[in-house]
């Protein structure tokens, strides 16, 4: 009788090991490759890793990932830098019709990346935003966020800033741990 209550307890504990073990490997922030999902589980989206993108655009602002926005944004954007948000940003058509492959071959409906699947899950069929800091996805990933801490910090300015308070947004890294908002520190939801 003791043989079989220590073998059905070997056997319990063993079950219990090998299931924990399994959700903890599940669990991780790497890629998710199974039937369910194609999706890169991270809080990253592709880094930007082109040089002409980086020169042109981030001279004057963050350089934004093209993963938060799907193919027709960053196609309607480039055909419009006449008027880049109140600025003109026009570019020569080498360089524009270079930067917009780029764009697009990046774009959040190209890459499999978690996040950018949830931005596009967020926008209406059809839409086609150009501002990535009023995206749904956005606003409801800083609705908890006080508004004197966003556009009341004069060291922030405004959801747009994503680098002032994304200690790694540089590389595509938007966890939340990774947050601290100047005159403010670290947030934790």
């Known amino acids: 009788m003791n043989k079989k209550i220590m073998t059905g307890a070997i056997i319990m504990a063993s079950t219990v090991v090998l299931s924990v073990s399994g959700i903890a490997f599940a669990d991780r922030d790497e890629y998710h490759t199974d039937s369910y999902s194609m999706?890169?589980?991270?809080?990253?989206?592709?880094?930007?890793?082109?040089?002409?993108?980086?020169?042109?655009?981030?001279?004057?602002?963050?350089?934004?990932?093209?993963?938060?926005l799907p193919a027709r944004s960053w196609k309607?954007?480039?055909?419009?830098?006449?008027?880049?948000?109140?600025?003109?940003?026009?570019?020569?058509?080498?360089?524009?019709?270079?930067l917009t492959q780029y764009l697009v071959a990046e774009s959040a409906d190209v890459k499999p990346h978690r996040k950018s699947h949830k931005v596009l899950r967020s926008i209406r069929a059809g839409a086609t935003p150009q501002r990535i800091s009023t995206l749904p996805y956005m606003l409801r990933k800083h609705d908890e966020i006080p508004a004197r801490l966003i556009t009341g910090n004069a060291k922030v300015g405004s959801a747009a800033n994503c680098i002032a308070c994304h200690t790694g947004a540089s590389e595509g890294q938007f966890n939340e741990h990774g947050v601290k908002i100047p005159g403010y520190?670290?947030?934790?939801?």
Do not use: I
Request: hydrophobic fraction near 30%; charged fraction near 25%.
């Open 39 to 68: 999706y890169k589980r991270s809080s990253t989206v592709t880094a930007v890793n082109n040089k002409l993108y980086t020169t042109e655009c981030a001279a004057c602002h963050f350089a934004y990932q093209p993963g938060w």
């Open 76 to 98: 309607k954007m480039m055909q419009n830098l006449d008027d880049h948000f109140g600025e003109n940003a026009e570019l020569d058509q080498k360089t524009n019709d270079l």
């Open 185 to 189: 520190g670290p947030w934790e939801d």
